[in-house]
């Protein structure tokens, strides 16, 4: 087995096979809540519609977040007095709250497992993560391996070197 078929195991195994608390509650932003919110506070207001296309929601998932954000007092939805068809979600100050209180608890969470890691080992661990994420970026399942020029282009465009210094 090459080398690049046993790191594909390992990262398979790493992260679905351990997974861990904090990868757990990492992945929680991405299936509702906490990204709409997220999106309402740096926006101020959106429509349904954009918080769809804005999350990668369909209108259906959206109206169900909408629905469970506005019992627990998050968000309110409005309709625009200049469009009766349109609906206007704003996020209410106990939404920003609790928004900011996560955020907290997060940065809390990674800068201990940093601190546990230490300096050094942080730098390379984010260094390697933002080479592998530019790499993810340039080919999904399926997509023809970019030229080199690409790749170089996508590294400029992070003021990284490329290619990068191989161990």
Known sequence: MSY?????????????????????????PHRGVPIVLH??????????????KETHNTLGRISAILSAMEKKGWITRDVDPDNRRRIIVRVTKEGEDQHWRKSKEHKE??????????????????????RFVIYMSLRGPGDPAP?????????????LPYPPEKK
């Open 4 to 28: 690049e078929d046993k790191a594909f195991e390992r990262l398979h195994a790493i992260m679905m096979d351990s997974r861990s608390v904090m990868s757990n509650r990492m992945e929680y």
């Open 147 to 159: 030229d080199e020029q690409t790749i170089a282009k996508a590294f400029a465009a992070r003021n």
């Open 39 to 52: 999106w309402l506070v740096k926006e101020g207001e959106s429509t349904p519609s954009e918080l769809a």
């Open 109 to 130: 969470s990674m800068r201990w497992i940093f601190e546990q890691m230490g300096e050094e080992s942080t730098e390379e661990f984010l260094t390697l993560m933002e």
